[in-house]
């Protein structure tokens, strides 16, 4: 796994047990009860026995990061669309945005947009 990302372990970020991926290749992290569903840009869902909560508390340094609902932290480098309440990402999936999270999540992709 290591060998296929060609970077350094400074880059990876651990979301599972023994799990470490690239965080450019994370579109979306879903709640499944105690697990979460890691969605892969390249398709892939890895399921890993770790909370929304813990995930959160290891991306706050990353800024591409932004937990939209109680149930979803998306990759903003995956956003392709904002709807109301909703944002469809690159891997053609919608995920809810919450009423309280919506300001913040246009301000955060509009400096994300400026920084590039």
């Known amino acids: 796994m290591k060998a296929n990302l060609n970077i350094k372990n400074d880059n990876l970020v651990r979301v599972?047990?023994?799990?470490?991926?690239?965080?450019?290749?994370?579109v979306l992290m879903e709640a499944d009860i105690n697990y979460t569903k890691v969605h892969l840009n390249s398709g892939k869902i890895v399921y890993v026995a770790t909370n929304l909560k813990k995930l959160?508390?290891?991306l706050a340094t990353n800024?591409?990061?932004?937990r939209s609902h109680r149930s979803f932290i998306i990759?903003?480098?995956h956003v392709n669309t904002c709807g109301e309440d909703t944002v469809q990402l690159a891997n053609n999936k919608t995920v809810l945005v919450a009423r309280r999270r919506k300001e913040a999540l246009v301000q955060k992709l509009a400096c994300l947009k400026m920084a590039v």
């Open 16 to 26: 599972g047990g023994h799990k470490r991926f690239n965080p450019s290749i994370i």
């Open 56 to 58: 959160e508390e290891r």
């Open 75 to 77: 990759n903003l480098n």
């Open 63 to 66: 800024v591409s990061f932004f």
